[in-house]
T-cell receptor, first 114, second 115 residues
């Protein structure tokens, strides 16, 4: 079984500051992928970033980076230079070996304050 | 940029009625998915579909649910006899089907309300 835990139901950050959204996972699969999605108030799910369990480098996509600590089973999302448009729900998800299903965490609601 | 589309954006139905939710996946994608999100809760996997058959399904995807690719572009989710607890946002997603990341791209969702 796979499990994603997001312990921060809500976070506040000042505009232009960096913020870290926590994600821990549990799986017995030998390889897996970790994903972050953004869900604005309009409801759509927007893919942000991916990290493979065997990737040597932490993933980065523009202002998003993933702080992947395999031994701790954590995959925290770092958003640098927060913008008002970053206010949204953020979901961490994983997919295990040989599976297609994404398992999602409960999400973190981020509010960026001017 | 290609995107997944879903219709309708909002569907209201009476308990016990059949509903069909429609999706057009990204054209070169080979895997298709349905997820649901009950209001305020996490996103849950329902089913994945590849080569005209179900490749994986969750416990939620019982006999009340079915999926179909009726033509070369559409992908549908049918709920045969809706229940109050089926009220949720239903997301369609698609992916290329490559090894590694194989990112799933989501549509905007259909909000289903069962009265």
């Amino acid at each position: 079984a796979q499990k994603i835990t997001q312990t921060q139901p809500g976070m506040f950050v000042q505009e232009k500051e960096a913020v870290t959204l926590d994600c821990t996972y549990d799986t017995s699969d030998p390889s897996y992928g970790l994903f972050w999605y953004k869900q604005p108030s309009s409801g759509e799910m927007i893919f942000l970033i991916y990290q493979g369990s065997y990737d040597q480098q932490n993933a980065t996509e523009g202002r998003y980076s993933l702080n992947f600590q395999k031994a701790r089973k954590s995959a925290n999302l770092v958003i640098s230079a927060s913008q008002l448009g970053d206010s949204a729900m953020y979901f961490c998800a994983m997919r295990g070996t040989g599976r297609r299903a994404l398992t999602f965490g409960s999400g973190t609601r981020l509010q960026v304050q001017p | 940029e290609p995107e997944v589309t879903q219709t309708p954006s909002h569907q209201v139905t009476q308990m016990g009625q059949e509903v069909i939710l429609r999706c057009v996946p990204i054209s070169n994608h080979l895997y298709f998915y349905w997820y649901r999100q009950i209001l305020g809760q996490k996103v849950e996997f329902l089913v994945s579909f590849y080569n005209n058959e179900i490749s994986e399904k969750s416990e939620i995807f019982d006999d009340q649910f079915s999926v179909e690719r009726p033509d070369g572009s559409n992908f549908t989710l049918k709920i045969r006899s809706t229940k109050l607890e089926d009220s949720a946002m239903y997301f369609c997603a698609s992916s290329v089907g490559q090894a590694g990341a194989d990112t799933q791209y989501f549509g905007p969702g259909t909000r289903l309300t069962v009265l």
